[in-house]
């Protein structure tokens, strides 16, 4: 997988390489036309010289000279006195001297003004220095008589040089040979590279001036993008509870940031109907949610509120709703702290579960916890509209049971619902409507007291079969946390439960009267009322020989 690079690096590194370019570019193009120039103007300007010492060259006696015997001839020292004088006149010119073309094609020096160097008369010019325009100047007829210039700076055995030739003529309009003039180009070079050297410097300049307005620049753009990064971190986390705020004067980041903030409130929206740990790992392992389930033993949690079509039907639709509001908010406040996942409300009953879609430790313990704080925050609840002068309660009765379930999503393909279905889910159900009847207020099963016996004070209830089941199940009541319970309760548990292995041992008489102390001690223990009852009947009516114990309870 490739390096990422950061976003700072990125944009520092874009504004150097740019100006690096810029300054490459530049360089090139302005080199060139400098160097274009500069040698335009030096080659009209060495021509014209050449021109200029052409004319006032006699023709006529440079026609006589033709040996070596001639340069100590008077016609010689003429031409090279002359010679001489306007190379001395002219700027930079190194070499100033005059050229003829031979019968035999080779091309010979004729007079020499040289500052040094000279050649003598009928000196061959070497054939591997001979440049095209050389060779056409001294080819030159009478109807090219214009003096003409290299093209471009060249070498030849006695250096780099820039040269210029123009024709020589007798009075007779004779082609007689050229003169040539050479300025030395080394200068012309080393100030082509002095410019570019200078250009090279600035555009480093440019760079290193660059990096620190990229490095403002980047820091503007960086950090709200950071910003924003973290804020989208959060919501791939499911934390969607703060408002998003990137300060930052661009507009691009603040459409996003507009965007992603109406992102966050749908999404908090969405969790209040969709399990939050669902979509947190859907986002998280970046899948589609698809129908299907999977069996799993959870910890299944009932809630219901007693009397509420009474209650319903004293108050204001608009006030129920927001009394409503208020008690499922801890309700759902009060599972959710215990790590349970709130499937769905039913008017006013709650369901939720633990162990899906996240696993959870000891979820048993955990259900037994979180019903016993909402039981505990409905009363502080409750008070709180007793002081407000409301003359009504919410006694809310709840139901837990662990046990083996389907639990996915279920539905179509167009809506569905992450929920659990199964015989343990209505057993549930059923448990928590069992509170009616026993006027109890958390009923949980034996296999939830099994797992979550040890940290609580649970009451054996009765050994009952509830409607629509044909297996009887134990009862447990959901009394409180250990050595939170004081000795008076512990001690009527204690009388309760022998009094309960009393009847199942079909002893009734001696239950009965276990009972009754009970009753004289609490006589608003209603499921104790209720066992003394039963003990009564089988005592006039004795149960079938297989019975052992088991009540087959029809409330709903």
Excluded at 124 to 138: E, F, G, H, K
Excluded at 192 to 219: D, N, Q, R
Excluded at 233 to 252: A, D, P, W
Excluded at 534 to 542: G, N, W
């Amino acid at each position: 997988m490739p390096k990422k690079l950061t976003l700072k690096f990125t944009l520092i590194s874009a504004f150097c390489g740019l100006s690096l370019i810029g300054s490459i570019v530049l360089t090139v193009i302005t080199s060139y036309e400098v160097k274009d120039f500069i040698r335009e103007q030096l080659r009209l300007r060495i021509t014209d010289t050449a021109n200029i010492i052409a004319s006032q060259i006699d023709g006529e006696l440079h026609q006589r000279v033709q040996r070596v015997e001639d340069d100590k001839s008077d016609a010689y020292l003429q031409l090279k006195n002359t010679i001489q004088v306007m190379r001395k006149h002219g700027t930079g010119i190194a070499n100033a001297y005059t050229m003829r073309k031979q019968a035999n094609g080779e091309f010979t020096f004729i007079v020499d003004g040289s500052a040094k160097d000279q050649n003598a008369t009928g000196d061959i010019y070497p054939q591997s220095s001979v440049t095209s325009v050389l060779a056409s100047a001294l080819n030159a007829d009478l109807v090219d008589k214009s003096p003409r210039s290299e093209s471009d700076i060249y070498q030849d055995d006695w250096g780099v040089w820039l040269s210029a030739y123009a024709p020589i003529f007798t009075k007779s309009g004779q082609f007689d040979g050229i003169v040539g003039i050479d300025v030395s180009a080394q200068s012309i070079q080393d100030q082509e590279f002095k410019y570019i050297a200078t250009i090279a410097s600035i555009s480093l300049v440019c760079i290193f001036s660059m990096m620190p307005l990229g490095f403002i620049f980047a820091s503007r753009i960086r950090r709200p993008l950071e910003q924003l990064t973290t804020e989208m971190e959060k919501i791939g986390r499911f934390e969607l509870e703060n408002e998003i705020f990137v300060s930052t004067r661009i507009y691009e980041i603040n459409r996003m940031v507009q965007r992603l903030e109406s992102m966050r409130r749908g999404l908090r929206s969405f969790k209040k109907y969709v399990p939050s740990d669902l979509v947190r790992d859907l986002i998280e392992l970046g899948r589609d949610a698809n129908l299907g389930g999977e069996k799993k033993n959870l910890t299944i949690f009932f809630s219901d509120i007693a009397n509420f079509t009474s209650i319903s039907e004293r108050l204001e639709p608009e006030k129920l709703v927001g009394f409503l509001g208020e008690y499922l908010t801890l309700m759902n406040d009060s599972l959710s702290e215990n790590q349970a996942t709130v499937d769905k409300y039913i008017g006013d009953s709650v369901m939720a579960f633990w162990g899906a879609p996240r696993n959870v430790e000891n979820p048993a313990t955990k259900s037994c916890h979180a019903a016993l704080e909402c039981q505990r925050k409905i009363r502080v609840l409750s008070h709180k509209w007793k002081s407000k002068g409301l003359d009504f309660e919410f006694k809310t009765r709840i139901g837990i049971h662990t046990g083996d379930v389907i639990v996915g999503n279920i539905g179509s393909e167009a809506r569905m619902n992450y929920t659990i279905i199964g015989d343990n889910v209505n057993l549930a159900s059923r448990i928590e409507s069992a509170n009616k009847f026993y006027g109890t207020s958390i009923l949980v099963s034996e296999t939830t007291h099994q797992q979550a016996k040890q940290r609580f004070v649970m009451r054996l209830i009765d050994f009952a079969v509830l409607n629509g089941k044909s297996t009887p199940i134990r009862l447990y009541e959901l009394v409180g946390h250990k050595g939170e319970v004081n000795k008076g309760q512990l001690y009527q548990i204690e009388l309760y439960e022998k009094a309960f292995r009393l009847y199942t041992d079909k002893k009734f008489s001696i239950a009965i009267w276990l009972l009754n102390r009970l009753l004289k001690k609490n006589p608003f223990d209603y499921a104790a009322y209720l066992l003394r009852e039963r003990c009564e009947k089988y005592q006039r009516h004795a149960p079938s020989e297989d019975w052992q114990g088991e009540y087959i309870l029809e409330v709903k």
